[in-house]
């Protein structure tokens, strides 16, 4: 078994879309949040072969969310802040990401700061986008940072926000996570330079 395999029953990957469909169905009939959510988020952008079906793709959100998926809390935030595949309601957005960002989805505390900020409460906003900077949210650094310029936050607020992402990246910093790193800047020079050598983009 490798790192490639399945990440909901560990076999290993399908390689044609029927067959990886087939796959996921099994979980999805067993109820695993996860792989209902990877279902719906495959409807909603087309993938494995499947047709766009942002109404399909919002209904196995709420199947997810209702068992405890916080990613699709957060897809269903989205998905009613911007009336696709359902109604507009921005009373149900920050309701599902009040619920992702209580579970630590930083993209949801982001959205959360942006909706305070456009109904003219900006120190809530600033009090979100600091939540997610110091999770290592570099939109929400650059949010407060904006913020910031416009006088709309302090310059003690941009400093916090500041320290508190480059206390969040040093935190996530580790000698397996620089080797990595090195090997992948490694591997993607090598495939510049073949794509080169053979003149492809």
């Known amino acids: 078994r490798g790192m490639h395999d399945c990440p909901f029953c560990r076999t290993p990957r399908q390689e044609d879309d029927k067959s990886a469909l087939a796959m996921i169905q099994k979980r999805v009939d067993a ?26 793709a919002f209904e196995l959100w709420k199947v997810a969310a209702g068992l405890g998926s916080i990613d699709a809390h ?58 997610a900077a110091k999770m290592g949210d570099k939109t929400a650094l650059n949010n407060i940072k904006e913020m910031f310029v416009d006088g709309c936050a302090t310059k003690a607020q941009y400093a916090e926000a500041l320290k508190g992402y480059q206390d969040s990246l040093d935190e996530m910093k580790s000698p397996e996570r620089d080797e990595a790193y090195a090997l992948l800047r490694q591997m993607n020079s090598a495939r510049e330079q073949e794509q080169n050598q053979h003149g492809c983009i």
């Open 31 to 56: 109820k695993d949040p996860a792989a209902i959510t990877f279902l719906a988020n495959q409807y909603y952008l087309g993938g494995l072969g499947l047709e766009k079906d942002a109404t399909r």
């Open 74 to 131: 957060n897809s269903l935030g989205s998905r009613y802040f911007h009336g696709v595949g359902v109604t507009y309601d921005i009373a149900k957005a920050v309701q599902h990401w009040e619920t992702a960002a209580m579970k630590g989805i930083t993209m949801a505390r982001c959205d959360l700061g942006t909706v305070e900020y456009q109904i003219g409460n900006p120190e809530r906003a600033v009090r979100h986008y600091l939540i």
